[in-house]
């Protein structure tokens, strides 16, 4: 991913002007680090099938690490989470102010599209990638699972909700990355498809193990605001640590055997990519 980091810096957001702090808030959280898990998976199914694309896909690969980072600055916010640790880095909200950081979220949201319009891809292509991204990161997608998981606090959900609710504010995004590289490549779409599904299954089992990680570890540990999810409808809140540790390990079963009905280069790729998330909790 070392090609893609490199990519990411020399292309962070410039927008110069008077205002003392905005071009720097555009910058602060992509720049910060992160996993890179939604443009890596991305990358990886278009380096398996069609590594001559590898560099017309970087665009699209920063397009979605925009849209996640925008998702996360909101997520952070006051109204919604009101954590100040991100990445290791204050929060935007608290290193600057509330409306910055709304700012920041919002031209990074749209910077995600922009990046797509301009990638060097065929139209076809790009209306594709748009559709996909604005389709599991929108009204139907991302913001639904917000919705959700905001109304909701306080008030226990059943597991099938807290599925659907992570399903929708986690699992979509990651896997339309895998559908966004699978359209890049040129793949059929009953592989877009599996792909597709492969994703919410590794969406969901990402999810879990973050809960997990916000149950068990320290900020400093995380890099992250802990111990936040007590009003939350988290896997962890409804089913308890145990139960949460064995959904994980059922889920990450799931996958494994999911992983052996792709094809050889696909299966190579998608175990390089998500290897770190099928480990056992005991």
């Not at 905005?22 to 890596?40: C, I």
């Not at 997520?75 to 100040?84: E, F, G, K, R, T």
């Not at 504010?169 to 990651?174: S, V």
């Not at 994980?248 to 990519?273: C, V």
Request: contains cysteine; glycine residues 6%.
């Amino acid at each position: 991913m070392q090609r893609f980091e490199n990519y990411l810096k020399s292309h962070l957001l410039r927008v110069s002007s008077f205002h003392p702090c905005y071009e720097e808030a555009l910058s602060a959280m992509l720049d910060a680090g992160g996993k890179r898990f939604r443009p890596q998976l991305l990358l990886e199914v278009v380096e398996a099938h069609n590594s001559l694309l590898y560099n017309s896909a970087l665009p699209v690969a920063l397009a979605l690490e925009a849209f996640h980072t925008y998702s996360l600055i909101h997520d952070d916010l006051p109204a919604m989470d009101n954590a100040s640790l991100r990445r290791g880095h204050e929060t935007l909200h608290v290193k600057y102010d509330e409306a910055t950081a709304i700012l920041a979220g919002d031209a990074l949201n749209t910077e995600a599209f922009l990046l797509i319009a301009k990638a060097p891809l065929r139209d076809d292509v790009r209306i594709k990638l748009v559709e996909i991204l604005a389709d599991n990161g929108g009204s139907g997608g991302m913001v639904l699972g917000q919705a959700i998981d905001c109304y909701f606090e306080n008030q226990k959900l059943e597991l099938k909700q807290i599925e659907i609710l992570h399903q929708n504010k986690t699992a979509k995004l990651i896997a339309a990355s895998l559908q966004m590289g699978a359209v890049i490549a040129g793949l059929s779409k009953e592989v877009e498809r599996a792909l597709y599904d492969f994703g919410l299954d590794l969406g969901l089992l990402f999810q879990v193990q973050d809960d997990i990680i916000d149950a068990t570890q320290s900020e400093q540990e995380a890099g992250k605001t802990t111990n936040n999810d007590e009003s939350k409808n988290s896997f962890v809140t409804v089913l308890g640590l145990d139960t949460s540790l064995e959904y994980a390990n059922n889920l990450a079963k799931k996958i494994e055997d999911k992983l052996e009905s792709f094809d050889k280069n696909t299966k190579q790729a998608l175990s390089k990519a998500v290897a770190h998330y099928l480990w056992r909790h005991k």
